[in-house]
């Protein structure tokens, strides 16, 4: 986890996104990202792709999470 420092520039707020961060986000100067509302905050991804895979990505990120958590409930009710 890193903490981002929010600074001023002209009439907007920006963060600066360490090399680190940006390398795994494998994005650069130029190149865009989407911030995606989760449940539990904020996701950041690469805007690399067409909205339709960015929505397939969200709903497998779902997926996982109710699998992960209902899993002894899901397996009940495959019986």
């Known amino acids: ?10 009439d907007s707020l920006s963060i600066v996104l360490s090399s680190e961060i940006l ?9 865009s990202i989407v911030a995606i509302e989760m449940v539990d905050g904020i996701k950041l ?9 960015l929505l397939q990505r969200a709903g497998m990120e779902a997926y ?16």
């Not at 991804?45 to 895979?53: H, K, M, N, T, W």
Request: aromatic share 2%; proline share 2%; glycine share 10%.
């Open 23 to 31: 390398e795994k986000l494998q994005v650069g100067e130029g190149d």
């Open 1 to 10: 986890m890193q903490t981002l420092k929010i600074s001023k520039v002209g």
């Open 64 to 79: 996982s999470k109710v699998v992960n958590k209902y899993s002894k409930a899901l397996e009940e009710l495959a019986k």
């Open 45 to 53: 991804i690469a805007d690399d792709s067409p909205g339709e895979r």
